[in-house]
């Protein structure tokens, strides 16, 4: 008997009517059809590819460099690289083997341990709030990638409606001649921060009153991002491994010209010494290591379901431990790729405009994408636009990698939990629904609803998750 017989010999069957599982010999030509699953990766390049552009995502670019300066620079880069080889990567390696070898989406795959269904249940839950939360994140850099082709790019002057608040290179070179910028930022908001909240957003103070009607051109964007989403997952998996060949290279041509451009600025080292410098105290801090642990989860996409399923397509026998290696590396790499990309942006921010703390400068979650590169990007010297136009298409890009993932996920799911309907029915009922959902953030209060969506639907969740998952293969199946 072969070595994948033997092996077969545990995979579990389907549960029914509650009865509990029996182990049974299965034979490979009893899974698959022909030697191949019904559905399946084009190559193994594309199941390489496909997981890059899923894990390098968004989060290496805004979210890693805020979350680290949040917990002392170099002193959260030491335990996220920790955490990375010691948790990050064997869950990796886990949840691939785990798809690949039951041949089945996240919520099958736990047939297991049926009592911990409820854990394939939750990361099924927890992507659905993701991709609706990704896809707002996509609607507003397509509105940031259009506005990118003007003549001069509308983030870069202050406008007249703003009054006073309004500040623009000009105005932080005299305050910075009275040493008075960090009272001034007490009052005054870059031309960048100001065209982000008041022009993109129409951003709202409180939500007392409501979140306030969408802002409409937001939503035609979101449009535009979820029929290039329905459309991927209309094709199914071997279309979504063809677009993987140009979402997994394109993000890394331009964070490779980004990175080259941003340590030339003038103040750009200060920066990076500021990202790469520790604060060992920092290294007793609880806090740090939870948010180092959460980091590598949410840019892994580990225990989302979507690595399951993607490994789900590959052929039973495949070796993917260099893949796992390379995919966590260039993962790891991207996210300090960014991380000196941001920082170097901050201190050339810095220098412009006095500032003796890169701190004085950085501004967190979102905003960090959506004003402080707006804001360094409109102050390069030769060919603004283009560079604007590269970063905006990359961040959409990157978005399209993972929120394909995320979608391809979601549909195996109700196909093998629900509905056996076609694939492309499935996929655009997700795209309908995931549309009218997302929405919501493209209101003035929407920024309160995407706050909490990534606390506690993506962060917080994702912990939870993967100890549920821990506990499902390593007791209750393992035992």
Same mark, same amino acid.
């Given at each position: ?145 259009? %506005? ?41 908001? /870059? ?99 939870? %948010?180092?642990? !959460?980091? #590598? ?10 690595? =399951?399923?993607?490994? /789900? ?11 796992? #290696?390379? =995919? ?29 703390? #890169? ?7 979102? *905003? ?31 978005? =399209? ?6 979608? /391809? ?19 655009? /009922? ?12 493209? !209101?003035?209060? *929407? ?13 917080? !969740? ?18």
């Amino acid at each position: 008997m072969s070595a994948e017989e033997e092996l077969l010999k545990l995979q579990p069957r389907n549960l029914e009517n509650g009865a509990s599982e029996q182990p049974k010999t299965v034979t490979v030509d009893e899974l698959t059809a022909g030697g191949k699953p019904k559905e399946q990766w084009g190559n193994e390049i594309e199941f390489l590819f496909s997981c890059i552009s899923l894990s390098v995502g968004l989060g290496n670019i805004w979210r890693f460099p805020y979350i680290a300066f949040q917990n002392g620079g170099g002193a959260f880069v030491i335990p996220y690289l920790i955490v990375l080889l010691i948790i990050g990567r064997p869950v990796y390696y886990l949840e691939i083997i785990l798809g690949q070898f039951s041949g089945r989406g996240c919520i099958k795959a736990f047939n297991m341990a049926p009592i911990m269904k409820g854990v394939a249940t939750g990361q099924a839950l927890a992507t659905g709030a993701s991709i609706t939360y990704y896809s707002s994140i996509m609607a507003l850099t397509l509105r940031f990638l259009i %506005a990118s082709f003007s003549k001069v790019l509308p983030w870069s002057y202050c406008r007249e409606e703003w009054g006073d608040s309004c500040l623009n290179e000009t105005m932080s070179a005299a305050i910075n001649g009275t040493n008075g910028l960090p009272h001034g930022r007490q009052t005054k908001m /870059s031309s960048a921060e100001l065209y982000f909240q008041k022009e993109i957003l129409h951003e709202q103070d409180d939500i007392f009153n409501g979140l306030g009607m969408p802002n409409w051109d937001l939503v035609g964007c979101l449009a535009v991002a979820w029929f290039i989403i329905g459309g991927v997952l209309i094709r199914g998996v071997k279309s979504s491994g063809k677009a993987a060949y140009f979402l997994g290279v394109f993000p890394y041509v331009v964070l490779l010209m980004l990175l080259l451009r941003a340590v030339t600025l003038p103040g750009a080292m200060d920066g990076i010494i500021y990202f790469f410098k520790p604060q060992w105290s920092e290294l007793l801090n609880p806090l740090v290591w939870y %948010a180092a642990v !959460t980091q #590598v989860f949410f840019s892994l996409a580990i225990c989302f379901g979507t690595l =399951i399923t993607y490994a /789900s397509y590959n052929n039973f026998s495949r070796n993917v431990y260099n893949d796992i #290696v390379i =995919i966590t590396t260039m993962d790891s790499c991207s996210s300090i790729i960014a991380g000196c990309i941001t920082f170097g942006i901050l201190g050339n921010l810095a220098y412009k405009t006095g500032a003796t703390d #890169v701190a004085s400068v950085v501004k967190g979650g979102a *905003g960090l994408a959506f004003i402080s590169y707006p804001d360094a990007i409109a102050k390069f010297e030769f060919m603004p636009q283009a560079f604007a136009v590269l970063f905006f298409l990359m961040l959409f890009v990157l978005g =399209i990698g993972s929120t394909v993932g995320m979608g /391809s996920c979601i549909v195996r799911v109700i196909r093998d939990r629900w509905v056996r309907a076609p694939n492309w029915a499935l996929a655009l /009922s997700l795209a309908l629904l995931g549309f009218a959902v997302s929405i919501v953030y493209m !209101t003035p209060g *929407g920024q309160f609803v995407l706050n909490l969506v990534d606390f506690y639907g993506v962060s917080f !969740t994702a912990l939870i998750l993967a100890i549920g998952e821990l506990l499902a293969v390593g007791w209750v199946y393992g035992k």
